[in-house]
């Protein structure tokens, strides 16, 4: 009788049926994976548009830096920020969503708009907000030029209205043509002829640019459907108006007075 080098053998155990709660805390635990795993990867997106922003803004005040020395090209490149970060709160406000401010040395920043402006008079309003923050920050340079008799407040604020003065220009893609296609379609004429005489003048390449993006927005504009292009009431037509005035004015005004104190300064 052969002998058997095997134990004796065990009842095979079939393994308790899962029931309704465990199968549920499977899926659960399976579903926190793929969780933890998104967040890991928004996080590194985040990462990097946080990366991406810090990234062009440093190399922006270097750029700036070799024209002017570090303490202007900070001020300036804050400024910029400040005016950019109006525009995110405008967006949010009115229900969208916005990309992270991106620095383009020699001709400034951009930030992106995620979804589809509903109205011209929202798209105003998103414009707006980014001179409106601009002036706000150099008109509180001022105070402080004032309180030390430093130059270099008084130049960033003659800086900062200029440049937010030059965005009002009436013609895209500057903030002033929005604005304006809130009270006039025909605007975008006189900044036409505002930025032609300032690129004569001047020869700066950038402005070059900005030309014939305007170029391309106005034909694209006159190739739009009539139902597209929305009109507001002579009420909200009247209040943009004078907004865009207004802050032209005070822009135009404060520049003025900003540069006769440099001026003074340097006598």
Known sequence: MP???EGPQRPVETPPKRGPWAMLAAAGAFALGKLKFLLVGLKALKLWKFALTAGSMALMIWFEATRSGWPFAVGFVLLILVHELGHGVAIKR???????????????????????????????????????????????????????????????AYTGFFLNLFNMIPIRPLDGGRVAQAFSR??????????????????????????????????????????????????????????????????????????????????
Do not use: N
Not at 104 to 129: C, H, N, R
Not at 144 to 151: D, K, N, Q, S
Not at 186 to 211: E, K, Y
């Open 3 to 5: 002998i058997s080098t």
């Open 94 to 156: 009115s229900g969208l969503s916005s990309g992270w401010p991106v620095f383009i040395p020699f001709f400034g920043a951009l930030i992106t708009l995620k979804g589809q402006i509903q109205s011209p008079e929202v798209e105003a309003e998103i414009a707006y907000a980014g001179p409106i923050a601009g002036t706000v920050a150099s008109a509180a340079l001022i105070p402080v030029y004032f309180a030390t008799g430093a130059r270099l407040p008084l130049a960033l």
């Open 186 to 267: 025909r605007a975008w004429i006189i900044g036409t002829v505002l930025l032609g005489g300032m690129f004569l003048l001047s020869r700066a390449p950038q402005l070059l640019l900005i030309g014939v993006l305007a170029l391309s927005h106005i034909f694209r504009g006159r190739r739009a459907p009539v139902t597209e292009l929305v009109t507001l009431s002579p009420e909200a037509q009247q209040r943009w108006s004078i907004r865009y005035f207004g802050l032209c004015f005070f822009l135009g005004a404060a520049a003025y007075l900003s540069h006769r104190l440099l001026g003074r300064g340097d006598g």
